[in-house]
Structures are given as C-alpha cells and as structure tokens.
C-alpha cells in the first residue's frame, strides 16, 4: 500500500514538474492591473484587510495558489472573487504574475511601540 502511494506522488511530482513554467516578471508586470484594483500597487497595499498582500510572496506559493483557483481546487473563502479571475489565466499568465509579485519587495510598515496606558493618557506612571 505504502509503496503504491509513494509511485503515486512521485508521479504527480514528475508531472507537476514537467509542466512547469518559467515565469517572467517584466511580462507579469503587463497582466496585474485587474489584480492591483483589490491587492493594491505592486501587491503592497491591499484595498481593504481581507486581501492579502501579494508583494514578496514565494513565486511557487503564488502559482499554486492561481492554479488551485482557475482549476477549482480552492472552495471557500475568497474563492467566489478569485476563481473567475483566474479561469481566464494561462499556465504562463500565471508563472509571470508569480514571478512578478515575488520580485516585489513586501510593504514593510513601522512598528509602533507599545506605551503603558498611563503614559498613552498623559498620565504619570
């Protein structure tokens, strides 16, 4: 049973490979603009909490995540939003906006100190 199992992944992975695509990320910067209405400029600054940003993902994450989308892997969720997104996607379209987001830097924001509450009221301690 193990070693049936085992042949199994082995054949997805082999074949997963075969299939992969080289993604080009000045081609991925050409095909994000519907993306960047919800996952903001350069994958940086989501318009709203509940989309992630996409900038300085791992491409392979990326292209997983599209692929599962435009093949109906993925249920729930943003799913209703994603999925039409993505039907239309080719396996290149996919590797290139990857590889796009991927080159970009994450959106780094400052972090703020916490302060005691008395001092954040002006209180003395």
């Known amino acids: 049973m193990r070693a049936c199992m085992l042949a199994l992944m082995l054949g997805i992975s082999a ?7 080289t993604g080009d ?3 991925g910067a050409t095909k994000v603009a519907v993306c960047s209405a ?20 791992s491409s ?6 599209l ?8 249920q729930g969720g943003m799913s ?12 290149q379209d996919i590797g290139d906006i ?14 703020q100190r916490a302060q005691p509450a008395s001092k954040a009221q002006g ?3």
């Open 25 to 27: 990320a000045n081609a």
């Open 80 to 91: 209703a939003m994603m999925s039409p997104q993505a039907a239309s996607l080719s396996d």
């Open 15 to 21: 074949s997963a490979v075969a299939a992969e695509v």
């Open 60 to 65: 392979a994450y990326l292209e997983s995540a």
């Open 98 to 111: 990857a590889a796009y987001y991927s080159q970009q830097g994450p959106c780094v924001e400052p972090k």
């Open 38 to 57: 919800c996952h903001g400029e350069s994958g940086r600054t989501p318009a709203a909490p509940i989309y992630p940003s996409l900038a300085g993902q």
């Open 67 to 74: 692929h599962a989308y435009r093949d109906g892997q993925r």
């Open 123 to 125: 209180q003395p301690e």
